[in-house]
């Protein structure tokens, strides 16, 4: 192992929403959106946002687009608000001039998801790739973004720990994208604690703070129903397991529609809208949704109680 120190690096306890990226009518960033984005997030409770990732469409976006969307989000961010940039790409220098760009401009943090090509399969061949980026931001906690099921990438994450203690020293922890909760609690454990495991499955909040005791999480759905989340937290704080439960199933319901819907880069984004925020469509390849798809799931909203607890939109000029 190598004798660089590790920094001791603030660990996040609350939640951090994965905005979409809104886009006008031809397809260009709408960045004027971004306060009313940012209040709406504040009123339920959420304490920053990881931009330009999977719900960002950051890999639909060019460099400048994504330098702009992190400056917008920096800019309008009121003082203690977590902007964690993600920076991946499939070449690491262009992930280094963003994590460049990140640092400058004063965000929080930085992340990135594993290049999409080649496909890592080596537990060295990914401490590499993130010990590059994070050297490029070494004021900036930096977390690797866990997410298989986009980048095919489904290394073991407790080695990568391992291997990645003392080498890197912005390491922060995981942005944990996957499935198993054992290796969510094995990785939360592990040297007592060390690295932040920030939680990213919406529709295992619960368990996840009941077994894996984790502190901070980052959500997709956050975007509409950050209340219900937080009610969620609050409940288990509180040790109302049943009304955690409750709530977590009603995460469940939604997400449940959400799904059919083509997900929530696609189906979600336009629940915002359905909101009062209307961040535009998505980019191709993205099959956005016909007006009856966009009607048929309103009504399937409303049939899960939805609208009863949704975000609500606050207006900033």
């Given at each position: 192992m190598s004798s660089v120190v590790t920094r001791d690096i603030e660990k996040i306890d609350g939640m951090i929403n994965a905005p979409f990226t809104a886009f006008d009518a031809s397809g260009e960033l709408n960045l004027d959106v971004v306060p009313s984005y940012i209040a709406t997030l504040q009123a339920c409770g959420v304490?920053?946002?990881?931009?330009?990732?999977?719900?960002?469409?950051?890999?639909?976006?060019?460099?400048?687009?994504?330098?702009?969307?992190?400056?917008?989000?920096?800019?309008?961010?009121?003082?203690?608000?977590?902007?964690?940039?993600?920076?991946?790409?499939?070449?690491?220098?262009?992930?280094?001039?963003?994590?460049?760009?990140?640092?400058?401009?004063?965000?929080?943090?930085?992340?990135?998801?594993?290049?999409?090509?080649?496909?890592?399969?080596?537990?060295?061949?990914l401490v590499q790739y993130c010990e590059e980026i994070?050297?490029?931001?070494?004021?900036?906690?930096?977390?690797?973004?866990?997410?298989?099921?986009?980048?095919?990438?489904?290394l073991p994450m407790l080695p990568f720990l391992k291997a990645v203690d003392g080498r890197i020293p912005n390491f922060a922890g995981i942005k944990y994208t996957f499935e198993s909760l054992y290796e969510f609690t094995q990785c939360r454990r592990y040297a007592d604690g060390k690295?932040?495991?920030?939680?990213?499955?919406?529709?295992?909040?619960?368990?996840?703070?009941?077994?894996?005791?984790?502190?901070?999480?980052?959500?997709?759905?956050?975007n509409y129903a950050g209340n219900l989340y937080m009610g969620i937290r609050a409940a288990y704080r509180d040790n109302n397991i049943e009304e955690a439960r409750r709530l977590q199933f009603k995460s469940m319901d939604l997400i449940d529609v959400?799904?059919?819907?083509?997900?929530?880069?696609?189906?979600?984004?336009?629940?915002?809208?359905?909101?009062?925020?209307?961040?535009?469509q998505n980019r191709t390849p993205f099959q956005n949704l016909s007006e009856p798809e966009l009607l048929s799931l309103k009504a399937d909203l409303d049939a899960v109680g939805f609208f009863d607890y949704q975000n609500q939109v606050i207006a900033v000029s």
């Open positions: 304490i920053g946002v990881f931009v330009n990732g999977s719900s960002g469409e950051g890999h639909l976006l060019s460099d400048e687009e994504r330098m702009r969307s992190a400056e917008k989000w920096v800019e309008a961010s009121p003082q203690g608000f977590k902007v964690i940039v993600h920076v991946g790409t499939n070449s690491v220098k262009v992930s280094k001039k963003l994590a460049e760009h990140a640092q400058a401009i004063g965000a929080w943090g930085i992340g990135s998801m594993a290049p999409t090509f080649p496909k890592i399969g080596r537990i060295e061949e994070a050297s490029a931001a070494p004021d900036l906690p930096f977390y690797f973004y866990h997410i298989p099921a986009f980048t095919g990438v489904n690295f932040d495991m920030l939680h990213g499955q919406d529709e295992t909040l619960l368990p996840s703070l009941a077994l894996g005791g984790a502190l901070g999480c980052i959500g997709g759905t956050f959400i799904c059919k819907y083509r997900g929530n880069i696609v189906g979600g984004k336009q629940v915002m809208k359905l909101m009062g925020l209307d961040l535009g």
